[in-house]
């Protein structure tokens, strides 16, 4: 590879090194995102439901519950 792009051997190394940091890093960035999304998605779902006091919102709750454990989950790994 290093012959053909005309590049040293060391060049490659560190290319392939920083495309895995890259690749690494952004992970948890997306991760993030997505967690924030589906946040945001809940608390637009409590300020409808907050119009209409007799609503249930037992499945906002479940969505928060499981977006928690996954929290602690990536925490631990």
């Keep these: 590879m290093a012959l ?3 590049i040293t051997e060391n060049q490659v190394k560190s290319w392939f090194a920083n495309k895995r940091n890259r690749s690494n890093n952004t992970k948890p ?5 997505v967690m924030e ?3 945001r998605e809940l608390f637009q779902d409590l300020k ?3 119009r209409n ?3 249930d919102n037992t499945h906002i709750i479940q969505q928060l519950s499981g977006i928690i454990k996954r ?3 990536k925490e631990q790994e």
């Design 53 to 55: 006091p007799s609503a």
């Design 48 to 50: 409808h439901s907050h």
């Design 71 to 73: 929290c602690r989950s």
């Design 4 to 6: 053909e792009g005309g």
């Design 37 to 39: 999304q589906k946040l």
């Design 29 to 33: 960035k997306l991760q993030k995102r």
